[in-house]
Structure formats: structure tokens, C-alpha cells
């Protein structure tokens, strides 16, 4: 299993952004729920929500509700987190997760920094 992430960047206070993950290594990705988390430097990472196998939405992050927003593209093995509305405490390193067969999985984190 490879989990990649991509979209990171710097941006200013109010802007948007969507982070994506592609999944490889196997198949049936539409079996499995998929996860972001973030950890900003010095904290504790922290589950920022998850999409079921379903498409939908749950445990989702106080901090992030009615901001943060996670799809899932079951054709191209992606998951997306749009991030509308940034605040420079969302600032941190993005994962994406999954769990398969016992196994938690997880990409290489991507860097979203909220700075004006």
C-alpha cells in the first residue's frame, strides 16, 4: 500500500486549498474508509476526518467544521480535503490514512502553512 499526498503550500488567511492522496499497491480502494490527519510542530497529530467506504463524512474535527470538507474519487484510488477559509492554527504537516487487513497505513504527510 503507498498513500501520496500533494497540494500542500503557504497561503495567506481566507484562502483555499485541496489537498489530494492517490493510493496504490492494491486494489478494492472503494472497501475502505480513508482518513486525514495533520500535525502542526509541537502537537500531538490529530484526526482531522474520515470518509467511509460510502462517501460519507465523519469524525470530523471541531476546529475544521463548516471549513474543512473530504471526497473521494473511487475511479482514479483519490481522496481530497478541501480546505476553504484557512486560519494560520490550521497550519501543519497533512496525512492521509488508511487501515487495511490490521495495518494502518500512511503517506508522507504534505506541508499546509497559514501565515499572512
Known amino acids: 500500500v503507498q498513500l501520496v499526498e500533494s497540494g500542500g503550500g503557504t497561503l495567506q488567511p481566507g484562502e483555499s486549498l485541496r489537498l489530494s492522496c492517490a493510493a496504490s499497491?492494491?486494489?478494492?480502494?472503494?472497501?475502505?474508509?480513508m482518513s486525514w490527519y495533520r500535525q502542526a510542530p509541537g502537537k500531538r497529530r490529530e484526526l482531522v476526518m474520515t470518509i467511509t467506504e460510502g462517501g460519507t463524512t465523519t469524525n470530523v474535527a471541531d476546529s475544521v467544521k463548516g471549513r474543512f470538507a473530504i471526497s473521494r474519487d473511487n475511479g482514479r484510488n483519490t481522496v481530497y480535503l478541501q480546505m476553504n477559509n484557512l486560519k494560520p492554527e490550521d497550519t501543519a504537516v497533512y496525512y492521509c490514512s488508511m487501515e487495511r487487513l490490521g495495518t494502518r497505513y500512511w503517506g508522507q504527510g504534505t506541508q499546509v502553512t497559514v501565515s499572512s
Open positions: 499497491g492494491f486494489t478494492t480502494f472503494n472497501w475502505y474508509a
